[in-house]
Each structure stands twice: as structure tokens, then as C-alpha cells.
């Protein structure tokens, strides 16, 4: 199984450091670290995260306010977008 980061979740990595770097030159690298190795169970088992639409999972990042909003098939796993909990993820 191959794991693919879309675009969109690149571009939300670098936000999220963006943001935490100008609070704690530190945590960029703790929560970086976390988020990018949240999705390697999911190789195993690519169906843990809950379903939230058709072909879309959600997958929590532990000790984090992030989750991962993923796609599954039979050969990878791509994680489409890296979300903050307290936003509205769903809408539009």
C-alpha cells in the first residue's frame, strides 16, 4: 500500500507550520512530526478512520487539534487535507 499526500494537504502542512512557528520555534517540528506519521496505520488498515462521505474518512492526530481527511483504495491511501478540528470542514 502507498501513501500519497494530495496537494491540498502539502499546502496545509506548510500552513500549519506557518502558524505554529510564530508561536514556538519548536512546535512546528512536534506537531509536523505527529500529523506526518499519523497516517502509517492506516497502511495496514486503511479503513480505521471513520466515514464522513462517500469515498472521504476522517483519521484523528493524536495529541493534536488535527485530522486527517483521507481516500482509500486497494493500492494507497491519500490523505486529501489536513484539518483543524474547530473549523467547518464539511461545508462547501
Given at each position: 500500500m502507498k501513501l500519497i499526500w494530495a496537494d491540498s494537504a502539502e499546502a496545509d502542512?506548510?500552513?500549519?507550520?506557518?502558524?505554529?512557528?510564530?508561536?514556538?520555534?519548536?512546535?512546528?517540528?512536534?506537531?509536523?512530526?505527529?500529523?506526518?506519521?499519523?497516517?502509517?496505520?492506516?497502511?495496514?488498515?486503511?479503513?480505521?478512520?471513520?466515514?464522513v462521505e462517500l469515498d472521504l474518512r476522517k483519521w484523528a492526530v493524536r495529541h493534536t487539534p488535527f485530522v486527517l481527511l483521507y481516500r482509500t483504495d486497494d493500492a494507497s491511501v491519500e490523505v486529501a487535507r489536513v484539518i483543524h478540528t474547530a473549523s467547518n470542514w464539511l461545508s462547501g
Open positions: 502542512l506548510y500552513s500549519i507550520a506557518d502558524y505554529y512557528a510564530q508561536r514556538d520555534a519548536d512546535l512546528p517540528d512536534e506537531i509536523l512530526g505527529r500529523i506526518i506519521a499519523a497516517p502509517l496505520i492506516l497502511l495496514d488498515q486503511p479503513r480505521l478512520g471513520t466515514l
